[in-house]
């Protein structure tokens, strides 16, 4: 019974990201234009965005390769997997024991990896660029959050993350010094992976500063629809970690009943909307940065996250 | 068993002089990397069945060859079991490699008769049970390779690599000589069994472990012992290079943990503070150093410096968690290195064996001149994609699962009670993270450029698929990359004899636990399942697609590139490896390779093109090498004096030091 239990949940985990997803970008952008005093698009533009843009036909480069073909569904299943294993509204999930946090980033960084191999497929200067640029960002960022995970890791005593968001929730934890110091790491590495103001701006076409739109300048029709789905499941994924680290109040324990796991999902709303609004906030107020002022902005993320590890090391109780 | 293996190390030798005939003949080529395929798969049976069953019966011998009051002893243990079956490995995939690249040798007499030699050395260093032997298989070893890597010598470059490699070669032999006579001076005898016994005081231990850290080290790689390997590596014929990277290293890695974890004993804290204080930087500088390569061959050597750096990481964990007597972290850290050793070994070679068919093809090794291969040579680009993504520590393949376990070593360092290592592992964890990403950006860069793209020369335009022999070594290959990542737990059950033997304990056993999850330490801590991701995202890839064909469109059609409108037909305009790499070059290299950026731009009026001069040192080379090759030639101009004297010059110096050399003896 139980395992049925955690089977549909870990389905309706699935479903309820990949349903959430375009949402949240909706969301953000229409809080970004009331901030500018703009109408913005509606809430569901993003959903009408993506079935039209999988109607479409596919306009393939001529000699675009077969890989440039199946790089979208990998990208897409990779983000999915990651994103369908990290917790939202509860913490038992049937098959979190089969990737802990440091496969899930690995997970991301292969779909990243195939994506900047996308950007070179065509043989344009501008999918160069995007990716050229796109490895830099993640040269910084990726042992940025991987030295985060640590120091969260150290504290909880797992990598996985159902453990230590059990963990997070209960009182063992106490105010520390390097949980502090993670937070704002892991929030610079989830803007600079999602390709947020002040690193990439997501607004932007045909702007030499660009880094994903670049990379994915030759995809159309379903492929392209597929990569926005990504992108915009990747945000949700990293806003779920943050949530599921640093404020795991209310979340559903394991073999919770359905009063606590909709407790759980209205939580996960309301924590959502929340990073929703800051994010649009902080990206409204803040400029967008030289590209060569990145890894400064990214250094600073990886010099905290190894200070907090550090202070993990030298003391317990920090 | 053992007198199994010591045949089929003797038929190896036998085909060296047999080789120096064949090579004249047209099928001599087949002949010699066939019998080397059957002699390698045969050793690695052996090695297997002995590592899985480790009671086997009458695995040490003695042979009436070598020194006459010592003779030679070999011996199977679990960690030459190990070793014996990865070299193996590697050498009957490389052999496999050889019988259709082999063809298109054309002075097949300089490689025929030393390739058979070089294999049979490497597995007598493994087998070796006492010093004596050890060293003159390693000697023997260092000089197959040395005239394999000059084999084309008409090339100027490969002379000079040739050059370097024998000094370092002659120094790393010199000091793991004094190792051994340090390690054998109590005793005297010089076979591992009687060395173990002994127990040396801990000034003696540290000299022996100091000299090999240097010696292993510098046939490693390991910085800043590593300027011969992307000298030497790449000039060797590509499947003695993937032999190189990918086995004689791990021969390296194996001589190091036989004297440091096996006959030194118990281990000082402090030691592995300096294996891991040299395999960290090692991982981060080599992979930083790959990715301002543009020659295939040498960004897959400096890659090598990355891995070897990875595995002694493992090792210096090991040796830590050893020595504070928490054995079952030790065995988690050796594991963990060791499963890195088998890894790289597939995965390196796999990618030189891919150089090796592009070389073939093209005719070119340097990536500016390469692209779209992926549509002229689509068998290899596959082998070659799974082989980069692999070497990239990304899931589901191989590559992951040893640095996963080696991160999880790394998370329970915080239980070490020295003040030393708390400090000293964060940042070494901080660096193999960096090299991890690093390692991601360098392949996508070879793969991208290389494969992917418009052809950027005639020669990369109008290459062919390669033979079926050498698409079927790379096959295997990518295949064992993928299983080994899906299954690892078969591995690490495998290595459990190997661990209780050099670090006194194993990893839980891993083959009983569901859906073949792997589980290092407990499941609440952590755990990872490769094949269940694997099956995840290609299930979730699946539905994704057949969803979006048969509900939403499956049209495509063909166009020019878009390329925001303003598309060029030149393949000139597409990103090179220099420009893709660039930006990490402002990141990282301007300290650490004092690297500038010099543009030369024309005067006003002229219609000169302007130019980009990128300057970039290696500074270790000029911190290190060029002020001893410096005073060397200093002391040699001086020296030579001496060959333009008279002869009663001559006499008195004679007699000056006779006289010098019997007051030494007076006193």
Redesign the interface.
């Known amino acids: 019974m139980s395992m049925i239990n955690d089977l549909i949940s870990q389905g309706a985990q699935m479903l309820l990201v990949l349903m959430l997803a375009p949402l949240l970008t909706g969301f953000v952008r229409k809080i970004k234009a009331r901030l500018l005093r703009r109408q913005g698009p509606p809430l569901l533009q993003p959903y009408r965005d993506l ?1 039209r843009l ?10 675009a ?3 440039f073909r199946v790089i979208p ?2 990208i ?3 983000t ?2 990651a994103a369908s294993l990290v917790p939202t509204f509860g913490s038992g999930l049937l ?1 979190s ?4 946090l ?2 899930i980033i ?2 991301l ?2 779909a ?2 195939f994506l ?2 996308a ?11 995007g ?3 796109e ?2 960002i ?6 940025a959050i ?2 985060m995970v ?1 120091s969260v ?2 504290i909880a ?4 993350l159902s ?1 230590i968001a059990e963990f997070m929730g209960s009182s063992a934890v106490g105010l520390r010094v390097s949980l502090g110091l993670a937070l704002v790491a892991l929030t610079i590495v989830a803007i600079a992976e999602n390709g947020r103001i002040p690193v990439d701006n997501p607004a932007t076409h ?1 702007e030499l500063t660009m880094v994903h739109e670049a990379m994915v ?2 995809y159309s ?2 492929h392209l ?2 990569i926005d789905l990504s992108s915009q499941l990747k945000l949700l994924l990293y806003i779920s970690m943050i949530a599921c680290i640093f404020m795991p109040w209310g979340a559903a324990a394991p073999e919770a009943g359905v009063r606590s796991l909709a407790f759980g999902a209205l939580t996960y709303i309301v924590k959502l909307s929340a990073c929703g609004v800051a994010l649009a906030v902080f990206e409204t107020a803040i400029a967008k940065m030289r ?2 002022r990145i ?1 400064e902005f990214l250094g600073a993320a ?1 010099m905290l996250a ?1 200070l907090a ?2 202070l ?3 003391s ?1 109780s920090l | 068993m053992i007198a199994a293996a010591l045949t089929c190390v003797a038929v190896l030798l036998a085909l060296a002089p047999a080789g120096i005939v064949l090579a004249t003949h047209a099928r001599g080529s087949a002949v010699v990397y066939g019998a080397s395929l059957v002699a390698t798969l045969a050793l690695c049976v052996i090695a297997l069945s002995v590592l899985l069953d480790p009671a086997h019966p009458t695995l040490s011998t003695t042979l009436p060859v070598g020194l006459p009051w010592l003779g030679a002893h070999f011996r199977i243990d679990p960690l030459a079991a190990f070793f014996l079956s990865a070299i193996n490995f590697g050498g009957a995939a490389a052999s496999l490699f050889a019988l259709g690249y082999g063809r298109h040798e054309h002075s097949p007499g300089r490689v025929l008769p030393f390739y058979p030699a070089y294999l049979a050395a490497m597995n007598a260093v493994v087998l070796a049970d006492d010093a004596f032997s050890f060293l003159v298989a390693w000697e023997f070893m260092s000089l197959a390779s040395w005239a394999l890597v000059v084999a084309h010598h008409r090339e100027s470059e490969n002379v000079r690599a040739g050059y370097v490699y024998l000094l370092m070669a002659s120094f790393g032999t010199l000091t793991l000589l004094l190792a051994f006579g340090v390690l054998a001076g109590g005793s005297g005898s010089y076979d591992f069994a009687t060395i173990r016994a002994t127990h040396l005081t801990p000034m003696l231990s540290t000299a022996v472990l100091l000299l090999a850290l240097l010696g292993a080290g510098s046939k490693a790689g390991l910085v800043p012992l590593h300027a011969w390997l992307p000298l030497a590596h790449p000039a060797a014929p590509s499947h003695v290079s993937a032999l190189m990277s990918g086995v004689m290293t791990k021969v390296a890695i194996y001589g190091f943990v036989r004297v440091v974890f096996d006959l030194l004993g118990q281990p000082e804290w402090w030691w592995s503070m300096l294996v891991l204080a040299i395999g960290g930087p090692s991982a981060t500088l080599g992979v930083l150093y790959a990715l301002m390569q543009r020659d295939i061959k040498r960004v897959l050597a400096y890659s090598t410096i990355e891995n070897i750096g990875i595995v002694f990481v493992g090792l210096g964990l090991a040796l830590a968690f050893k020595a504070e007597g928490m054995a079952w972290v030790a065995a988690l850290a050796f594991t963990a290195a060791l499963l890195h050793v088998l890894n790289h070994a597939a995965f390196k070679s796999l990618l030189f064996f891919g150089a090796g068919c592009v070389l073939n093809a093209t005719g070119e090794r340097d990536m500016e001149r390469l ?2 291969l ?2 002229r040579m ?1 068998q290899t ?1 596959v082998a070659m ?1 799974i082989g980069c ?1 692999a070497i ?4 589901p393949f191989n590559g ?1 699962v040893s640095e ?1 376990l080696t ?2 070593a ?2 329970l ?2 239980q070490l009670p020295s003040w030393g290592l ?2 000293i ?3 070494v ?2 660096l193999l ?2 090299a ?3 390692a ?2 360098c ?3 070879l ?3 290389s494969f ?3 052809a950027r020369g005639e020669a990369a335009g109008g290459a062919q698929e390669v033979d079926r022999f050498s698409l079927a070594a790379l096959f295997a290959l990518a295949a064992f990359c993928l299983v080994a990542g899906i299954f690892p737990g078969l591995f690490i059950d495998a290595l459990g004899p190997v661990a209780t033997a050099m670090v006194g304990n194993s990893m839980p056993h891993q083959a009983g636990l569901e ?1 073949l ?1 792997i589980v290092p330490i407990a ?7 490769g094949l ?2 694997f099956a ?6 699946s539905i ?2 057949i969803a ?1 064909h048969r509900l ?2 499956d ?10 409108g303003f ?2 037909s030149s ?1 000139a ?3 090179t490896a220099s ?6 070059r ?2 990282f290299g301007t300290t650490i390779f004092a690297a500038r950026e010099i543009g030369e731009m024309p005067p006003p009026g002229s219609a000169a093109p302007a130019r980009l001069v990128v300057d970039m040192h290696d500074l270790i080379w000029d911190a290190l090498y060029a002020p001893i090759a410096k005073a060397i030639g200093f002391a040699t101009e001086r020296i030579n004096v001496l060959q333009f004297l008279t002869i009663r010059r001559y006499l008195a110096l004679v007699f000056v030091a006779l006289i010098v050399l019997l007051l030494v003896l007076a006193i």
């Open positions: 079935i999988m109607r479409k036909d596919v306009v393939l480069a001529e000699n390769s077969w890989l569904y990998i897409f299943a990779g999915w997997v098959f024991w089969s990737a802990d440091i496969a690995a997970l960084g292969s990243r990896f900047a191999l950007g070179l497929d065509v043989g344009t200067a501008f999918g160069g660029i990716s050229s640029r490895v830099m993640a040269s910084l960022a990726e042992p991987l030295i640590f890791a150290m005593g797992s990598t996985q453990t045909l300048l030759e029709g379903r629809a597929l590209v060569f890894p990886l190894l590890t550090l993990r090391f030298v317990g | 692209g779209g992926i549509h689509p680009a994609l993504v990239s520590a990304l899931p992951f996963w991160f999880q790394i998370l360092s915080p708390k400090l592992i964060p940042a964890g901080g993270a960096l991890a990403a690093l991601a950006a392949f996508v860069k793969y991208g450029i992917l793209g418009r859906w999850t499941e609440s801590r952590s755990s990872y399942n269940l991701l995840f995202v290609l299930l979730s890839g994704a697609s979006i939403a469109s049209r495509l059609r063909r166009a020019p590139a878009w390329d925001c598309p060029d393949p305009i597409q990103y420009s893709f790499s660039q930006p990490i402002r990141v």
